[in-house]
């Protein structure tokens, strides 16, 4: 078969990236190789420049190199050092503290001088590769000096990673910062699971499809699963992890994300601003529980010490900087129901967790099941499970599962399933997923982003489950051995409306 070539698209305007955080982890792993690979496919401008902002004392030369390692240790493709080169030879650093005034008075003038420079024309893209603590103080910063201020023709834009809060009201306040020094279409909210090519292929697969659109209801749908489930611990981050917890650190971004593109109406055009407003609209639906319909509708649970594989994984309470009498889960399953026509009365059971048995995120739509009358007087026990699986990891791809007739003379039913890989189609090059949502910003092209009222709107269906668990303590907090399918209380979640999960450990798309 003859593999489609990607898509071609013309490189961005000329800019400057500046990134708080350049000597971090997020920097290493992931922002370099993205921008190595735009700069390997031809996005990024001849007018472009990297200034890297940290406390960490370096030279320009040192920062260069220090890149320059992170891209041949953390690189996802075989690399060119003709193309490291050109894409390193303008970066320059700063050095300072990010709550510190002169540390911007020194990035105002690096800026002045590379834009002379590389010609960039002023054009200035703030990234926060920082702590979240970090966010509100740099925007401040940013806000109150010429820094960041829109002039001349010349746009300034600011990308935070997740997580936009804590809960709620923290939230709330950030959101309040941040628009207070900065307009809301220079505010890039990033999750980088929207970059993965299979999530954004679920606006596509809906409304490109006369196939799926007309049967994307509560007449034909029964339920919808989403799961993120990870086979890593929580290994050295402890502090940060017992702080926040699964529903706090997954629910409100990546499983929201994956939940509003299923959920919302269809835009009216596909533009930012249509599309940002739908999905905002599908998480502004869900019904918010009082406080026992939380905890009725809703599992929390930690993992317990036991042998996966080799290994031996201790409890998560054994865990280094993590309190020994810890409640903070690290698994939750959530029953989630949307008032609205399109699905009232369809539940939608999302779930994520560490120490799992297998590492899978999908979208497992399960369709209403076919009457047996026509059957009755066949040898069929029951018909196959109707399934619409979207798997984003480890495979991207999309299966569907149904009925045939099993070869013979008699009839017998089985279930079969036909899946379609985006490797067997389409020739594209292993990507980290911020590849797009780098691009798409240096463009202006918010459509993958979060906006405030978006961020909010999530907060708002997660704040009724943080405040029934706190009011709850230890009470309801169940376990699970690390390397299982996770706890029994989340297969009783589903158990007691007739269903069931679809393993997470299984060999294929639709098995």
Not at 13 to 30: E, N, W
Not at 432 to 447: K, P
Not at 463 to 488: C, H, I, K, T, V
Request: net charge neutral; glycine share 8%; aromatic share 10%.
């Amino acid at each position: 078969m003859n593999k489609i070539p990607a898509n071609v698209a013309p490189p961005a305007g000329p800019c400057c990236l500046v990134i708080f955080g350049a000597s971090g982890d997020l920097t290493h792993r992931l922002l370099v190789p993205a921008l190595y690979n735009l700069a390997a496919g031809g996005l990024l401008p001849d007018a472009f420049a990297i200034i890297g902002v940290a406390r960490r004392e370096m030279s320009n030369d040192a920062f260069r190199s220090d890149l320059a390692q992170a891209l041949r240790r953390f690189a996802i493709r075989g690399i060119d050092e003709r193309i490291i080169g050109r894409l390193l030879a303008r970066a320059t650093y700063v050095n300072g503290d990010a709550d510190d005034p002169s540390t911007y008075e020194r990035l105002d003038r690096e800026l002045a001088q590379v834009e002379r420079a590389c010609a960039t024309g002023g054009n200035r893209l703030f990234y926060l590769a920082t702590s979240p603590s970090a966010f509100a103080p740099i925007s401040r910063h940013l806000g109150r000096s010429s820094v960041a201020r829109e002039e001349d023709g010349a746009w300034r834009r600011l990308i935070i990673e997740k997580p936009f809060g804590t809960d709620l009201a923290s939230a709330q306040a950030l959101n309040r910062e941040l628009l207070g020094l900065l307009e809301e279409h220079q505010i890039y909210r990033i999750d980088h699971y929207l970059g993965k090519e299979t999530v954004q292929n679920i606006l596509v697969l809906r409304f490109a499809n006369g196939l799926f659109e007309p049967i994307w209801n509560r007449d034909h749908i029964d339920h919808v699963q989403i799961t993120v489930a990870e086979t890593l611990t929580v290994g050295r981050r402890g502090r940060f992890y017992d702080a926040t917890g699964a529903l706090r650190d997954m629910v409100p971004n990546h499983l929201f994300q994956l939940f509003s593109l299923v959920a919302m109406e269809p835009p009216s055009r596909f533009e930012a601003h249509a599309v940002r407003s739908e999905k905002a609209e599908a998480l502004d639906a869900v019904h918010v529980p009082s406080e026992a319909d939380a905890l009725r509708d809703s599992v929390r649970a930690q993992y317990v010490a036991a042998r996966v594989g080799d290994n031996e994984v201790e409890d998560y309470r054994r865990t280094a900087d993590v309190s020994p009498d810890s409640t903070t889960e690290t698994y939750v399953a959530l029953k989630l129901m949307i008032d609205n026509w399109r699905w009232a009365g369809v539940p939608f059971y999302l779930r994520t967790g560490k120490a799992l048995k297998s590492k899978r995120t999908e979208v497992a739509i399960k369709f209403k099941q076919a009457p047996f009358a026509m059957f009755r007087d066949t040898p069929v026990d029951r018909l196959a499970q109707n399934f619409l699986v979207i798997s984003i990891q480890p495979d991207e791809c999309i299966g569907l599962q149904f009925s045939a007739k099993v070869p013979g003379p008699v009839i017998a039913i089985s279930g079969v399933g036909m899946t379609f890989k985006y490797q067997d189609y389409f020739d594209a090059a292993p990507s980290t997923g911020y590849e797009t949502l780098i691009y798409d910003c240096m463009i202006g092209d918010a459509i993958l982003f979060q906006r405030a009222d978006g961020v909010e709107a999530g907060w708002r269906v997660v704040q009724p489950f943080l405040d029934a668990w706190r009011g709850a303590g230890p009470n309801g907090l169940a376990l699970y051995e690390a390397g299982s399918e996770g706890p029994n209380e989340a297969d009783q979640l589903l158990a007691r409306d007739g269903r069931r999960w679809r393993p997470i450990a299984r060999p294929g798309a639709v098995s």
